[in-house]
């Protein structure tokens, strides 16, 4: 249709002087400028015709009145006079920058939930935003669980002396069944850690600095690379226990990070210095390298495992979420059974170490083409940059853009605009027990855990296999949880979930203790495979308790506290294997009795909140 714009424009003056017209009904048409095309005005083709005008002229004689049309103008000097002005545009074409106004005028203005809504009725770009982001993961799998592999402990060993002396005869075989054959006058202790050297005057004694390792089932660790065995023994479980120490103290920054300079670029500086210090590891194999590297390492660790799942839900309407949320633990078990892959085939930490770390650079790369979280962007007054990134998603669909963001993003407060501190967490009685009981629940679901985690390779058996079972039973504990939550509500999962994993956890203590031998391997293995089970159901059903159970105003702090306070478990977890020197089935009885006491608790004070 053919577009006529008049904007801002008086129409050309008419004579009033002039008398009526005595035949109205004779119009008089109006003149059009010479230089407009009319041809292609037509009343059958378009629809249209040029209003007539009735101009009035002077009767002579009493005859009919004269048609003469009005007197004829300069249209440029129209079109630019001043105050008098009227642009007249004829044109097949719109004008572009018009036409973009008008569309703009049109499209609905929409809240960001509302348009994620939106494109969520073709989810093939959700799909594809979730794969990429959840995707980090699997990094964040390895860093976590890498501990299991890169200590290895378990190795058999041999003293080979000091050094100064090696007291091992020559051709003397090595075996963890049997004691080589020393040089005469020497005697080793029982434990491997001295030996002691007949003289004529006295015996001497000393202590062992140099040891012959098993190869099985573990290759080269670091533990056999810095000799953490005898008085060093305590140095292996320390070493773990750095790494968590890092997660604790990240948790305090992480997340304040990613809500001051975005979730993508926080996400891809974590990647790049995890990647630049496992490769300092890899090639520096000191233990001070070693132990800073763990360390800086557990720093960023929650900024590429949580930050990343934080903006992965931003991409994803509410409708859906909840789908995607469980889904986004299928990847998390990917990368708990690649661990164990990629270590069957780097036996040496250092190689282990290095392919880590390439593959954390692989996702550098990959994070560059993710776009940045529109809700992140429409916080932080970005509204255009948040459009432009669900214009790219309406391509992806194959959607017509039909919506426009709102330009004030409405914040959440409450009536009275006070602001909550973490002390309004133990202010009020009933707020007071839900803080301190959800903290405790988080604090020995994480020991259980990471404890069952590094303990799954001491179960006997190919330890390679049992590490991977401990992670694949975790996909129907998650789908397990979630049923059972609808059908009994979250509390009784609680308390069930809690009481059978107390009953499994001392069982396999004693199990571990006393069945020795892969005749009965396959036993353990399974009693602790069921503890796997159970501390996943409770898992997944903490995460929903800990964001139902608070109010609204203090739920995001209440959250992040808890799993701050969760974080010591995580610490504790390695460090619970040094009271295996007291009696060995101790570790398993600490954490069975603390699940014991999280599912009696849950039973009595925490409320149903479904």
């Known amino acids: 249709m053919r577009d006529t714009q008049l904007s801002g424009c008086k ?42 005008d009735r101009i009035p002229h002077e009767h002579t004689n009493g005859d009919s009145p004269k048609k003469e049309p009005p ?14 002005t009227c642009e007249h545009k004829f044109s097949n074409d719109p004008d572009p920058a018009n036409g973009e106004i008008a569309a703009d005028v049109l499209k609905k203005p929409m809240e960001l939930e509302e348009a994620l ?25 390895f860093n976590l669980l890498s501990p299991v592999f890169l200590n290895g402990e378990g190795h058999c060993f041999r003293c080979r002396g000091d050094h100064r ?78 790494f968590y120490v890092g ?38 194999p000191y233990f001070w390298v070693y132990m800073s590297g763990r360390l800086v390492q ?15 839900l931003e991409f994803l309407p509410i409708s859906i979420r909840t789908f995607y949320g469980v889904a986004y633990n299928v990847v998390w078990v990917s990368g708990y059974c690649m661990l164990g892959a990629a270590a069957y085939f780097c036996r040496d930490w250092k190689d282990l170490t290095r392919l880590v770390s390439a593959v954390l650079v692989l996702f550098v790369g990959h994070i560059w083409f993710l776009p940045e979280s529109p809700q992140f962007q429409a916080a932080s007054g970005k509204v255009e940059a948040a459009m432009k990134t669900l214009e790219k998603g309406c391509k992806i669909n194959r959607l017509p853009l039909t919506f426009k963001l709102k330009p004030s993003i409405e914040e959440s407060s409450n009536d009275s605009g006070r602001i909550y501190t973490p002390l309004d967490l133990i202010r009020t009685p009933k707020i007071r027990t839900y803080f301190l009981m959800v903290s405790f629940l988080w604090f020995s679901n994480n020991l259980a855990y990471y404890m069952l985690s590094l303990a799954s390779t001491r179960w006997g058996g190919n330890i390679y296999i049992s590490y991977s079972l401990g992670g694949v039973v975790e996909l129907p504990a998650y789908a397990l949880s979630f049923l059972l939550a609808e059908w009994i509500g979250r ?4 308390v069930v979930g809690h009481g059978v994993l107390s009953v499994f956890c001392i069982a396999l203590g004693f199990m571990s203790t006393m069945l020795s031998g892969d005749q009965f391997s396959w036993l353990v293995i399974l009693v602790g495979v069921s503890c796997k089970f159970c501390v996943g159901i409770t898992f997944s059903i903490l995460l929903l308790v800990g964001t139902e159970i608070f109010p609204t105003v203090v739920r995001g702090m209440a959250v992040g ?18 009271t295996a020197e007291v009696y060995r089935p101790l570790p398993y009885m600490l954490v069975g009795a603390m699940s014991g006491l999280a599912g009696l608790l849950s039973m009595c004070l925490i409320s149903e909140t479904w």
Not at 194 to 214: G, P, R, V
Not at 255 to 280: I, P, T
Request: aromatic fraction near 12%; glycine fraction near 6%.
């Open 165 to 242: 002396l090696d007291i091992v005869a020559l051709n003397s075989s090595f075996s963890c069944d049997t004691q080589p054959t020393y040089i005469e006058g020497v005697t080793v202790s029982e434990d491997q850690c001295s030996f002691t050297i007949a003289a004529a005057a006295a015996d001497h004694t000393y202590s062992c600095q140099k040891f012959w390792y098993s190869p099985e089932p573990f290759g080269e660790t670091a533990t056999t690379q810095f000799d953490l065995v005898c008085d060093k023994s305590r140095y292996a479980p320390l070493t773990d226990s750095i």
């Open 71 to 84: 007197p004829s103008y300069n249209q440029t000097e129209y079109a630019n006079s001043n105050n008098n």
């Open 491 to 494: 509390k009784w999962v609680l």
């Open 11 to 52: 129409a050309p003056p008419l004579d009033l002087d002039s008398p009526p017209h005595d035949h109205p009904s004779t119009p008089s048409p109006r003149r059009l400028p010479e230089t407009l095309d009319m041809g292609e005005i037509s009343r059958d083709e378009k629809g249209l015709s040029l209003e007539e």
């Open 298 to 312: 557990g720093l960023v660790a929650k900024a590429v495992g949580y930050v990343s799942y934080v903006m992965c």
């Open 117 to 141: 809504g939106y494109l969520a009725s073709r989810k093939l770009w959700h799909f594809l935003i979730f794969f990429a982001i959840a995707c980090f993961d699997i990094p964040f799998a």
């Open 247 to 284: 997660v604790l103290l990240g948790s305090c920054f992480t997340n304040y990070a990613s809500d001051r300079w975005g979730r993508k670029w926080v996400v891809l500086g974590a990647l790049l210095v995890q990647a630049v210090f496992g490769f300092a590891m890899g090639f520096l």
């Open 561 to 578: 506290m808890c799993t701050l306070l969760g974080d010591v478990g995580s610490v504790m977890a390695p460090l619970i294997f040094l």
